[in-house]
């Protein structure tokens, strides 16, 4: 299985601050790469595909880059509805795999 | 209204089974690929099943197969994870989803982009 490893686990950050959150994978999978976030008590929701591809609803400030095995999700301008976990998942084979996630938490 | 709504999750012993069922709404069932995910209490995501629009393929993560079955019912709409064996580390909120469609149906297989809202499983004596 390809293994998706994100850092940091958990990060702090105040309202208006520029977020970065890496995902490495275990072997190249191109861009076949996505990000979700989650609120507690919810299901995820998709915010990029394709590595940096912006889902449909998804506000500007989020956006993603890489390729092949590393990649980063960066949130510009860190909004209060942000405050949530985030995954990143590679769809490159047929086992899809998730990283083990991110909290993002108000300083 | 676009809906996943899940049912069949509970609390089950060691060794039990039990069959989610997930009846979709608002959007056309039969062209879609649909999977289950799943979260155990407090921990992260993890992939479970695959199966394309017509059945025809499915998948499993490797520590499932052969205890847990995916299986879809286009004319009712509905998919469905026959799940033999448990233990008590399947104990998670098991989600139906579907995948991404872009214009020109085209299906990114693996990204999901809509999410039921979960029903959990329990596995203990």
């Known amino acids: 299985d390809i293994q998706m490893t994100q850092s940091p686990s958990s990060l702090s950050a105040s309202v208006g601050d520029r977020v970065t959150i890496t995902c490495r994978a275990s072997q190249d999978i191109g861009v076949f790469l996505a990000w979700y976030q989650q609120k507690p008590g919810k299901a995820p929701q998709l915010l990029l595909y394709?590595?940096?591809r912006v889902q449909s609803g998804v506000p500007s400030r989020f956006s993603g880059s890489g390729s092949g095995t590393d990649f980063t999700l960066t949130i510009s301008g860190l909004q209060p509805e942000d405050f949530a976990s985030y995954y990143c998942?590679?769809?490159?084979?047929?086992?899809?795999?998730f990283g083990q996630g991110t909290k993002v938490e108000i300083k | 209204e676009v809906q996943l709504v899940e049912s069949g999750g509970g609390l089950v012993k060691p060794g039990g089974s039990l069959r989610l069922s997930c009846e979709v709404s608002?959007?056309?069932?039969?062209?879609?690929?649909m999977n289950w995910v799943r979260q155990a209490p407090g921990k992260g995501l993890e992939w479970v099943s695959s199966i394309t629009s017509s059945g025809n393929y499915i998948y499993y993560a490797d520590s499932l197969r052969g205890r847990f079955t995916i299986s879809r019912d286009n004319a009712k709409n509905s998919l469905y994870l026959q799940m033999h064996s448990l233990r008590a580390e399947d104990t998670a909120v098991y989600y139906c989803a579907r995948d991404l469609q872009l214009a020109g149906r085209i299906t990114i297989f693996g990204v999901i982009d809509l999410w039921g809202q979960g029903t959990l499983v329990t596995v203990s004596a």
């Open positions: 394709a590595a940096s």
């Open positions: 998942q590679q769809y490159y084979n047929t086992l899809w795999t």
């Open positions: 608002g959007f056309i069932f039969s062209d879609y690929s």
